[in-house]
């Protein structure tokens, strides 16, 4: 005989719920969103909305800054640091990407001063890029580098250019710091990061920016230069993908 209790519906907290509904909207907002926009977003009357955000940044979990909310550092601190898929989560991804978008799909950090790439996924008709010369040393000549020190502030770009200096590797390739520097300031967030045979002859890329709490990321695409049209399309459903999946993160990487 099956008893009452093993059968009664669990008991929830709404309040807690709709605070989640939240913090979930919060996440898919790169430079975070204002009250209104959370609220709708999250299905929620304006007036709880306002009284959520409100305690939500009382305790640390969230911040305002020019009107609008963003992650506080409560909420990084919850996952011992900035929250973020299990790499195992990202590499499953990535190549699940590759194979539904058709082109190589890359994932890379700038951490301790240094660009990391995480994780590169492809299809045996569409190779990944073959890294002939460091990745990590020429960010300044593909995208994902590109993307990911447009993020950086101005003072932790000429470190890493201090570091890495600015070199040619092909004829498209920016020819110096000072143009490097001013192709960034140019950058806006809300677009991809394309690059055209800057990094090899004969291949094209674009990049879009990721926000792992503190920290910078950035994911990618590349294509042969002969199926440049796709270029866009492919970096549009990598970026709508990508934002499926964070979106099943409560405290998730916001793009």
Request: glycine share 6%.
């Amino acid at each position: 005989m099956t008893t009452a209790s093993s059968t009664a519906a669990p008991t929830l907290i709404g309040s807690v719920q709709r605070a989640l509904r939240l913090m979930e909207a919060v996440g898919t907002h790169r430079d975070g969103a204002p009250a209104k926009q959370l609220a709708r977003e999250a299905g929620l009357p304006l007036p709880t909305a306002y009284h959520l955000l409100r305690t939500l940044t009382h305790e640390g979990y969230l911040r305002r800054e020019n009107g609008v909310f963003l992650f506080g550092d409560a909420a990084e601190r919850l996952g011992g640091g900035p929250a973020t898929p299990r790499p195992g989560v990202i590499v499953d991804s990535l190549a699940h990407w590759a194979d539904v978008i058709g082109a190589p799909v890359y994932c890379a950090l700038y951490r301790d001063g240094e660009i990391e790439m995480v994780a590169v996924a492809d299809t045996p008709s569409l190779p990944a890029v073959r890294e002939w010369a460091s990745f990590r040393e020429t960010g300044h000549a593909h995208a994902l580098g590109q993307c990911l020190l447009s993020q950086l502030d101005e003072r932790a770009r000429e470190d890493h250019l201090d570091r890495h200096p600015v070199r040619p590797l092909t004829r498209y390739s920016v020819r110096d710091r000072q143009a490097f520097l001013a192709r960034l300031r140019s950058m806006k967030r809300t677009e991809p990061v394309i690059e055209r045979q800057e990094y090899v002859m004969g291949t094209v890329c674009a990049a879009i920016p990721i926000t792992v709490g503190s920290a910078v990321a950035a994911m990618a695409v590349s294509l042969p230069l002969r199926q440049e049209e796709r270029l866009l399309p492919a970096v549009e459903q990598l970026r709508c993908e990508v934002t499926t999946l964070l979106r099943s993160f409560v405290f998730s990487i916001s793009i």
